[in-house]
C-alpha cells in the first residue's frame, strides 16, 4: 500500500513562517493535495500539484519534487486562525486519495 | 463554487435506531461521493466509495449491511447507519468529486457528529 508521512504536531510563532513536511511512496502517483482542518470541522482544499515545482496561493504555497516523493506546504506570515491540521494526500494510481494521518499546527503569539 | 451540503449536522440517536444522512452536491454534478469517517484526534477514514448509479465500492473492515449507501442521482447520496451502537459515535464526512475535465479534488461537506446513546 501507499505509505504517506508528515509530521504529527508542529508549532510556530504569530507573523512567522513554517513548513510541513510530506512524504509518500511514488508509485502510480497522480497528484499531491494539501487540505486544512480546522477542528471539528471538514476539510477544506488548499492544494493540488501535480508537477515539480512551487505554486504560491497568496500566504500558502505548496511544492512537489515527484522523484524524491516530497512535497511541501509553506504557510507565511502566520495567523492565529492558521491553528489547525494540515492533511497531505496523494491521488493515486486509481485516482483515489490516500491521506495522511494529519500535522497539528498550533500557532502562539 | 463546489459547494457540498451534509445534513443534519448533529444527530443524537438510541442505541439499535438507524439514522440518515444526506450528503448533496450543491452546484455541480458529483461523478462520485466518498463517505467518510473521524474519530477525535485521528485522521479520516474512508468508508467507502460510491459512483452515481452503481454499488458502492466499501473499504476493508467496513460493514456493507451496516453502512448502506445509496448514491441515486448525481448530487446526492445517503449514509444510513442501521442499528447504530455507542461505538458508532462519530464524524462523519461526505465529500464530492466530479473528474470531468480532469480534476480530482474532493470537496467536503461540513460533516456529521452523531452521538449513539
Known amino acids: 500500500g501507499q505509505n504517506i508521512d508528515q509530521p504529527t504536531e508542529m508549532t510556530a510563532t504569530e507573523g512567522a513562517i513554517v513548513q510541513i513536511n510530506c512524504t509518500y511512496q511514488t508509485s502510480g502517483f497522480n497528484g499531491l493535495f494539501w487540505y486544512q482542518q480546522h477542528a471539528g470541522e471538514a476539510p477544506t482544499f488548499l492544494s493540488y500539484?501535480?508537477l515539480d515545482g512551487l505554486e504560491e496561493k497568496g500566504r500558502f504555497s505548496s511544492f512537489l519534487s515527484r522523484s524524491k516523493g516530497y512535497s511541501y506546504l509553506l504557510l507565511k506570515e502566520l495567523q492565529m486562525k492558521d491553528s489547525a491540521s494540515y492533511l497531505c494526500a496523494e491521488l493515486d494510481s486509481n485516482y483515489q486519495l490516500i491521506w495522511g494521518a494529519g500535522t497539528k499546527l498550533i500557532i502562539k503569539p | 463554487g463546489a459547494v457540498v451540503s451534509q445534513h443534519p449536522s448533529r444527530v443524537i440517536c438510541k442505541s439499535g435506531t438507524s439514522v440518515k444522512i444526506e450528503c448533496r452536491s450543491l452546484?455541480?454534478?458529483?461523478?462520485?461521493m466518498f463517505w467518510y469517517r473521524q474519530f477525535p484526534k485521528q485522521s479520516l477514514m474512508l468508508m467507502a466509495t460510491?459512483?452515481?448509479?452503481?454499488?458502492?465500492?466499501?473499504e476493508q473492515g467496513v460493514e456493507k449491511d451496516k453502512f448502506l449507501i445509496n448514491h441515486a442521482s448525481l448530487t446526492l447520496s445517503t449514509l444510513t447507519v442501521t442499528s447504530a451502537h455507542p461505538e458508532d459515535s462519530s464524524f462523519y464526512i461526505c465529500?464530492?468529486?466530479?473528474?470531468?475535465?480532469?480534476?480530482?479534488?474532493?470537496?467536503f461537506g461540513p460533516g456529521t457528529r452523531l452521538t449513539v446513546t
Open positions: 452546484d455541480f454534478q458529483a461523478t462520485t
Open positions: 500539484n501535480v
Open positions: 465529500s464530492a468529486r466530479d473528474a470531468e475535465g480532469g480534476a480530482y479534488e474532493q470537496y
Open positions: 460510491s459512483n452515481e448509479g452503481s454499488k458502492a465500492t466499501y
